[in-house]
Structures are given as structure tokens and as C-alpha cells.
């Protein structure tokens, strides 16, 4: 039996990633605020198990425990592969640095860069323990590769999260695991996450009227389309390299 662990489940991408998934034959788990009544459906028409874990991911305590019980439900005798992807994020607080308060940034940083940072060690701990192959996927953005007018901590955050992936994936292969540990850039989808982004000003985000435009020419992907790139290339788990850099735009 397969299973994966997917953050952010209540809508958007992570949503997409869960129901491809279960599509696909894997039984997932998924961790949000909120619970996504439809991908129980998925799962039973897949004859497959969706399990939903309630918690705000910034609140990193409750997500320590609530791990410790899902690593006891996908680590199992019977469990042939685990994945993990860390896909919830926020690209707030939009504005210049000297704007952004205190509260802002500790609870950007604890869900884009802490809560991943945690869940990985955490299933690779577990992973180790039982000797279980895990797979896994850390989502990035290309804002983390270049310095963009009112995203200084989205920017931090993503660039963070992509060398802790690198270095992650680095200890696995000296240490000679069979565990991998990936980044997947998505690129821009229609997703709320870009409603924020369209909401900002321009004082705020001099690139607001760009994205603006991106919506009203039709350029957001959308994230059925992108899961499904990102759920192929998992399920063929002998070809995924350690460490790579997955583009959704080296697929289309």
C-alpha cells in the first residue's frame, strides 16, 4: 500500500495533488484548517482512504502531535512507499519590509519555511525507524530565485525552504538512504493564493497590474492540470532523482 501526507487539502493545489493521488490508488491524508468534504468521494469511488487532520500549521505544537498520530496511520506493515508534500503556504504579508509587523512574519515564516522544516524531519525520523522508502516533495515558487518589489518574506521563505531541501536531500544520499527529497515549482495557477496577490496595491506590490493581467488573459494554470504533472512524475518513484528541481514548465 502506498500513502501520502499532503498539507493545505481544503482547496487549491493542495486539493488537486490529494484527489490525483487517490485517483492514482494512493490512500492520503490531509492536514488543513478546513476539511474538503468532495476528496471522501474521490476516495470512494477510487476504493481508496482519505483521512483529514484538522490544525493551523503555524501552530507548530499541535502539529507535532498531530504527526506523531499520522506517522502511527501510514507507517504500517503493509505500507510499501510514503510520500509527503508540503504544500500549504501564504504569500502574505504583501508589502515593503519597514511595513511588516512582528506577528506577520513569525506566522508567514511558521507555515512556508517551520512547518515543512518539521514535517520532514518528523517522517523521515519515522521513515528511519521503520524502513519504509518516503519520497518527499517540498512545493517551491520562482520567488525564490529572484528579489520581487513587496515580497521580501515570501521570497525568504521560498528560498529557505530550497536550500533546506537541497541540504536534506544531501544528507540522505551520504548517509546511502533509499529516501528522496524533492522541490516542485508550480509556477502561477488560479488559486486564491493569487486573488491575495491581485488584492495588493501597487505601493504595496509594484507588480499587481501584471498579475492582474495574467487572470484576464487566461494564464493561470490550473491546478487539476499542474497536479496531474506533479502525481505522474511521483508515482514513477524509481526515476525520481534525489534532490532535483522539478519545473512544471519543463512538462508542457
Request: aromatic share 8%; with cysteine; glycine share 6%.
Amino acid at each position: 500500500m502506498k500513502y501520502a501526507v499532503v498539507t493545505g487539502t481544503s482547496k487549491g493545489f493542495g486539493a488537486s495533488i490529494a484527489e490525483r493521488l487517490l485517483k492514482a490508488g494512493v490512500n492520503v491524508v490531509g492536514i488543513a484548517r478546513n476539511q474538503n468534504q468532495q476528496l471522501n468521494q474521490v476516495a470512494d469511488e477510487s476504493r481508496v482512504s482519505y483521512q483529514h487532520f484538522t490544525c493551523n500549521l503555524t501552530d507548530v505544537d499541535r502539529l507535532d502531535r498531530i504527526f506523531e498520530k499520522i506517522n502511527d496511520q501510514v507507517f504500517k506493515k503493509d505500507t510499501e512507499l510514503v510520500y509527503l508534500i508540503n504544500n500549504a503556504a501564504t504569500v502574505n504579508p504583501i508589502d515593503i519590509a519597514t511595513k511588516h509587523t512582528i506577528e506577520a512574519v513569525q506566522a508567514h515564516m511558521q507555515l512556508n519555511l517551520i512547518a515543512p522544516i518539521i514535517t520532514t524531519a518528523l517522517v523521515l525520523k519515522r521513515a528511519k525507524h521503520c524502513g519504509i522508502k518516503t519520497i518527499i516533495t517540498n512545493i517551491s515558487s520562482g520567488a525564490a530565485d529572484r528579489s520581487t518589489y513587496g515580497w521580501s518574506a515570501y521570497g525568504a521563505s521560498k528560498a529557505g525552504l530550497n536550500r533546506y531541501t537541497n541540504t536534506v536531500a544531501l544528507e540522505q544520499k551520504e548517509l546511502g538512504t533509499k529516501h528522496k527529497v524533492i522541490l516542485f515549482n508550480p509556477s502561477i495557477m488560479d488559486t486564491n493564493m493569487q486573488g491575495d496577490i491581485r488584492s495588493a496595491s501597487p505601493e504595496s506590490f509594484q507588480a499587481v497590474d501584471q498579475f492582474k493581467q495574467y487572470k484576464e488573459d487566461n494564464q493561470l494554470s490550473d491546478t487539476s492540470d499542474v497536479a496531474e504533472v506533479l502525481v505522474d512524475i511521483l508515482m514513477d518513484e524509481e526515476k525520481i532523482i534525489n534532490g532535483k528541481y522539478y519545473q512544471i514548465k519543463d512538462y508542457r
